[in-house]
């Protein structure tokens, strides 16, 4: 894990904004977050390499990273683990994603899902998406 420089004041959920797949996640989640408590913002956003300078470009491409209040940088399954306790709507979520040692399988899965990730929802361009 990795501590930024920066704490934001809301737990930040960095994702790709010009993937579809990712976009649809990233509603689905601001759904769940009926309490608004995360703040959502696209790694193609320039605040996101002034403000996190820590978090490589590479890998933001790779994974969704959440970065906590105290400025924990959580990424992939992991940030899918920490979402399911901070979000009630995902609480159901939880158990499964907290099995002791699944998290290697989880890893797994969420690597295979975002390599194919274009395949699966297509690119977001100048407003647009296209697959």
């Known amino acids: 894990m990795t501590i930024t420089r920066t704490k934001p004041a809301r737990d930040t959920v960095l994702y790709d904004g010009e993937c579809r797949f990712c976009r649809q996640r990233v509603a689905n989640l601001r759904w769940a977050d009926r309490r608004h408590r995360l703040t959502f913002t696209s790694l193609h956003d320039e ?3 002034r403000d996190f300078p820590e978090v490589s470009r590479e890998r ?5 990273v ?3 209040a105290h400025g ?3 990424g992939g399954a992991t940030a899918l683990r920490y979402l399911s306790r901070k979000l009630p709507l995902l609480w159901p979520l939880a ?3 907290h099995l002791p040692g ?3 399988a989880w890893n797994w899965l969420y690597r295979l ?3 194919n990730r274009m395949r699966l929802g297509g690119r977001c361009e100048e407003g647009t998406c296209r697959r």
Not at 60 to 64: C, K, P, R, V
């Open 60 to 64: 933001l491409l790779e994974e969704m």
């Open 66 to 68: 959440v970065v906590d």
């Open 47 to 49: 605040r996101v390499a």
């Open 113 to 115: 899902v975002a390599r």
């Open 72 to 74: 924990r940088v959580h």
């Open 102 to 104: 699944s998290l290697p």
């Open 95 to 97: 158990p499964f994603l």
